[in-house]
């Protein structure tokens, strides 16, 4: 698999998914949370930021299945599916993944017809603290 690549902005991120938690960069003024991390603002144009903690749920907002896989490492896999997942407790944010049976397992062990928009799913990470996505349980 490869690995993310990690900018000074992103790497809080990152550092927390390694410990198994997902966190959202907020402003520090206006509260609004942001993503993909970046030193401004958007909202406000205020410089102070910080890390919120969220849940980790959300719903499926859109996703795709390659056909065939994108990249060679991942051949082994297809097809496969990359969601893009509406966080509940910050609905601005949405994040990119995959949607997987377990926390690490491969890319491909949920069949792409079990994938439907609005699905709830909530976050896993793998041993290497890479974010995946699970079908929420009743």
């Not at 509260?31 to 910080?50: D, N, T």
């Not at 709830?120 to 793998?126: E, G, I, K, L």
Request: charged fraction near 20%; charge should be negative; aromatic fraction near 8%.
């Amino acid at each position: 698999m490869l690995d993310p690549v990690i900018d000074s902005e992103g790497a809080p991120f990152w550092g927390y998914a390694r410990q198994g938690e997902l966190r959202v960069q907020a402003c520090a003024d206006c509260s609004e949370p942001r993503f993909p991390p970046r030193p401004c603002c958007p909202h406000c144009q205020s410089f102070a930021g910080e890390w919120r903690a969220v849940a980790g749920h959300g719903r499926i907002w859109s996703y795709v299945v390659p056909h065939p896989p994108l990249l060679p490492d991942y051949a082994d896999q297809a097809p496969y599916n990359v969601i893009v997942v509406e966080l509940t407790d910050a609905p601005r944010i949405r994040l990119v993944g995959n949607l997987v049976a377990e926390a690490g397992a491969r890319l491909d062990s949920v069949p792409a017809e079990r994938i439907r928009i609005g699905a709830r799913v909530q976050v896993v990470f793998t041993g290497e603290g890479l974010p995946q996505w699970v079908l929420e349980r009743p």
